[in-house]
């Protein structure tokens, strides 16, 4: 299958800290630009933040300050470090391929992402 894999979700305090990480089957994540999206049940799929094959970097405004998105590429892996995590912040996290462009002036379209994993979890809460 072709398609991103997330990991490094789980149960965290407000406040508390956890990283993402985004790995690829078989496709190269520094290819393209990297999109890092969150849902809840019942609502629409929000993007977070996204990274662009030369590492310019666009974060939704309620995350701005507290997450940072990295890309390694020796690793073929991107980075969500989620810091000062809030309870608005629980959802199921994705990482995708935007195969329509390679930087990051906003998330773009939905439809311009590829190669959707299957999420990870991520819970705040006391």
């Known amino acids: 299958q072709v398609q991103a894999v997330e990991s490094g979700g789980g149960l965290v305090q407000p406040g508390g800290s956890l990283r993402l990480s985004c790995g690829a089957s078989?496709?190269?994540?520094?290819?393209?630009?990297i999109g890092w999206f969150r849902q809840v049940p019942g609502k629409e799929r929000e993007g977070v933040s996204c990274?662009?094959?030369?590492?310019?970097?666009y974060y939704e405004g309620t995350v701005k300050g507290r997450f940072t998105i990295s890309r390694d590429k020796a690793k073929n892996s991107v980075y969500l470090e989620m810091n000062d995590l809030k309870p608005e912040d629980t959802a199921v996290y994705y990482c995708?391929?935007?195969?329509?462009?390679?930087?990051?002036?906003?998330?773009?379209?939905?439809?311009?992402?590829?190669?959707w994993g299957q999420g990870t979890q991520v819970t705040v809460s006391s």
């Open positions: 995708a391929a935007n195969l329509m462009r390679s930087w990051c002036l906003g998330m773009g379209y939905t439809h311009e992402y590829s190669y």
């Open positions: 078989g496709f190269f994540l520094d290819d393209y630009a």
């Open positions: 990274i662009g094959t030369s590492g310019n970097t």
